[in-house]
Each structure stands twice: as C-alpha cells, then as structure tokens.
C-alpha cells in the first residue's frame, strides 16, 4: 500500500491541553492513594511521557510496561492474545490504570484488561489517547479519553504505520494513495 501524510487531525496545542486535563482528573480521583500504570507498548510511550508527569507528585505513582499482540477474527471475541513483554512488577491488590493509543476493535484492551484483573488488581481503569468508533470487543466505558476520532488511520504521536511516523508531534491521517 502507497500512503501519504495527510492533514493534522489534532495538534500538538491540543493534544498537551487535553493531556494536562487528564493528569488533572487522575491526580483527584487517586488521591489519598497509589496508582500503577500499565502502558502497553509501544504506541503508548508518547501519550504515556506526557500524563504520567501531568499527575500531581502527591499520588504515588508506580509503572510498568506491557507488549502483547492479538490474533483473532474481527467478529468474535475469542482472539487470543501473546504477551510478548510481560510486567516485572506483581499488581495484586493495586489500583491500576492501563495507559493505551487507540481502541479501535477494543480486542487488544479486553485482553489486557482481562489478564490484569485475573491477576488480582484491586480496581482497574484504562486511559487511551485515541477512541475509535469500533470498540465494539470492550464493553465497559473508557475512564479517560483524550480524543474520540472518526475512523481513519492515524500516525504519530507514538502511533506508527509499519513503525514509522511514531515521532511525528502530532497527529495526522495517513491517506492511501
Ligand atoms: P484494537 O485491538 O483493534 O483496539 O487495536 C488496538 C491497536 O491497533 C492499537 O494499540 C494500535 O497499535 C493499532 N491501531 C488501531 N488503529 C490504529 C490507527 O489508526 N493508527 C495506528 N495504529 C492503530
Ligand atoms: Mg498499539
């Protein structure tokens, strides 16, 4: 496939705004207590820089990171998942919240979210970047969304086409062409 870099969909001007607003609402909601982040790798790194020094040094905050890949059909919720780098820290019994890109099918975060609460996390929150419409495999709400956008591809800012365009400021429809 030939693509091309098309218009900015959201701008760096925007994107650190509504980032501070999520620290924001993360610094309140854990208040009093400690929070594990989860980033999935890698598309996550970017947004994941950014919030994770938008939350207030009074809540304890604890990271580690995840990379897995799922195979499995886009109709059923039966794709399994490989985790490809697991987390080195134990998160039973602690408040974490998966940092993600993009739910598009919500496939990959249902894994996740499925894997960390058999674990025995005590409460479990998901904050992504991106929301796709799709998201039709993960049921529960999006606690912390950045940005719902329509359903085009989309590159940079951490988020790649074939690893490329992750260090792009912004973020930008990729257009076939
Ligand atoms: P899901 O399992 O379908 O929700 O897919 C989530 C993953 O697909 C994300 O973590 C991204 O790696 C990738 N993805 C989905 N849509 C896009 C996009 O528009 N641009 C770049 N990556 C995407
Ligand atoms: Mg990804």
């Known amino acids: 496939m030939k693509t091309a870099l098309g218009t900015v969909l959201i701008s760096q001007?925007?994107?650190r705004h509504r980032i501070l607003?999520?620290?924001r609402q993360i610094s309140?909601?854990?208040a009093g207590r400690a929070v594990t982040l989860v980033a999935i790798l890698k598309g996550s790194f970017v947004f994941l820089a950014d919030v994770i020094r938008a939350i207030s040094p009074e809540v304890p905050v604890e990271l580690?990171?995840?990379a897995v890949s799922s195979y499995g059909d886009a109709t059923t919720t039966?794709?399994?998942v490989h985790i490809e780098k697991d987390l080195g820290i134990s998160i039973d019994g602690k408040d974490v919240i998966i940092v993600e890109d993009i739910v598009d099918t919500g496939l990959?975060?249902?894994?996740?979210?499925?894997i960390l609460s058999a674990r025995g996390a005590?409460?479990?929150r998901v904050a992504t970047l991106l929301e796709k419409p799709g998201k039709s495999k993960y049921d529960r709400p999006l606690d912390?969304?950045?940005?719902k956008i329509p359903n085009k591809f989309v590159v940079g800012f951490g988020l790649d086409y074939a690893q490329r365009f992750r260090n792009l400021p912004d973020i930008r429809v990729l257009d076939e062409v």
């Open 108 to 114: 990959t975060l249902l894994h996740v979210y499925n």
């Open 21 to 23: 607003e999520i620290g």
């Open 144 to 147: 912390y969304v950045g940005f």
């Open 28 to 30: 309140s909601d854990y």
């Open 78 to 80: 039966s794709g399994t």
């Open 13 to 15: 001007e925007d994107i």
């Open 64 to 66: 580690d990171f995840m």
């Open 122 to 124: 005590r409460t479990l």
